[in-house]
């Protein structure tokens, strides 16, 4: 029976299994072994190489790369630290030339006034006109004082007059006194009339010592009223300007009043003094006639010489400062009283006194201090005491020795410790 299905596939015969291996184990043993070809070594030899070669030049490009990273890593460090401006700390000269402000007034200066009561009789001068020592400046009239010297030269004659007649009284007076006595011994008078005679010579001895005192008084009143009929004729203390006038001629002159004003104003102006304060800094190093030479703003090319002559020698505890007086030669009359001056001034420095920009000096809420830059870039705040401020310069008494490096103008953006890159220094 044939069990083929139309269309199906006729089964495979089968194989000769085991012949088959042992052919094939016999062929592996028999076969000879094979050696590398002699291009294939090169050809690994080669790619060996390359590969190290490829690798030594990876490491060379990462370490390229590591340094380069670490350049600009530094490189963008340094650059993000703040630019500062710095100045070298200097000591300050020995000697330093100090211009303060001066004003000016005159050598002397007065207000004339009327020592009697009247009316302006005249004026000789005005406002401006120089005058000399002694000359008539104006006249008073005053006829009460004159009147009232008048009486009183009568009442002095009359006092002198009652003076004599007091001493004749007193010398009669003495006379019975002497008659008296005698009789009184031989009861010729009695003693009652004696004690009367005595009285009456002490009576008039006594009335003589008054009317002496009312001739020393009334000479006196007559003096009194003379000097102010003197005053009558004022004139100039002194010699210099007459700089105001209040009263014309016909006004009324009352004279011992508080109030009332003067009749001139008179200022010598040949010789100025100039007053000027001196910081205390220098307050010991001020002298008397030591030069100071005096010049206006105006004309900053004249200078006028001047010597001090004399000091308070006492510091105002409210400026801290010395006043000085400057006496400067005025004879062409170039400078006027109440010109604002400036004195120029040659002052020896402390020892130890060192001088820096004042932008320098900075003021935090423990004090004044400065900014120190260290060897490293690094700032350091440092207190220090100010002396004089000269605006652009200050100087510093303590807290610097010399040759430190200060920032200029640092803010509060740098704290310390902040480290900076000096941008430049300035002198």
Request: net charge neutral.
């Amino acid at each position: 029976m044939n069990n083929n299905v139309t269309g199906a596939p006729a089964p495979e015969a089968p194989r000769p299994v085991e012949a088959h291996t042992e052919h094939q184990e016999e062929s592996v043993i028999e076969a000879p072994p094979t050696r590398p070809s002699f291009f294939r070594m090169v050809l690994i030899s080669g790619v060996a190489i390359g590969v190290f070669v490829v690798l030594g030049l990876a490491g060379r490009y990462a370490r390229a790369r590591q340094i380069t990273v670490r350049d600009e890593t530094s490189a963008a460090t340094t650059g993000n630290r703040p630019r500062v401006l710095t100045i070298r700390v200097e000591r300050a000269p020995a000697q330093v030339v100090q211009v303060l402000p001066g004003s000016a007034s005159p050598l002397l200066e007065t207000a004339v006034y009327a020592r009697t009561s009247g009316y302006l009789k005249r004026r000789l001068v005005d406002i401006g006109d120089m005058v000399t020592e002694g000359q008539l400046l104006a006249e008073i009239e005053t006829p009460e004082v004159d009147g009232q010297l008048l009486q009183a030269r009568a009442a002095l004659a009359e006092s002198k007059a009652t003076v004599e007649r007091n001493k004749a009284n007193e010398a009669l007076a003495k006379v019975n006194v002497t008659r008296t006595r005698p009789l009184v011994r031989t009861n010729a008078v009695t003693q009652q009339e004696a004690d009367e005679a005595e009285a009456a010579l002490q009576v008039a001895t006594a009335s003589v010592g008054v009317s002496e005192a009312t001739v020393t008084a009334n000479q006196a009143n007559v003096r009194r009223l003379e000097d102010l009929q003197r005053f009558q004729k004022v004139t100039a203390p002194f010699a210099g300007v007459v700089t105001a006038r209040n009263f014309d001629s016909g006004a009324l002159i009352v004279a011992d009043n508080a109030n009332a004003r003067e009749l001139f104003h008179l200022a010598s102006v040949d010789t100025l003094r100039v007053f000027a304060d001196i910081p205390q800094t220098f307050a010991s190093s001020v002298h008397s006639g030591q030069l100071a030479p005096v010049f206006r703003p105006e004309t900053p090319g004249r200078e006028f010489p001047g010597t001090i002559s004399r000091t308070t020698h006492a510091v105002d505890p409210r400026t801290r400062t010395l006043r000085v007086q400057v006496d400067v030669p005025n004879a062409d009359g170039a400078l006027l009283p109440g010109m604002y001056l400036q004195v120029r001034f040659r002052l020896d420095v402390p020892t130890g006194v060192m001088r820096v920009p004042g932008a320098a000096v900075v003021t935090r809420a423990e004090g004044t201090k400065v900014a120190v830059l260290d060897s490293t870039g690094a700032i350091h705040y440092r207190p220090v005491q100010v002396g004089r401020d000269f605006g652009t310069t200050v100087e510093i008494l303590s807290g610097l020795t010399g040759g430190e490096t200060l920032v200029v103008r640092p803010g509060d953006d740098l704290p310390e410790g902040t480290l900076v890159e000096v941008a430049g220094a300035t002198r």
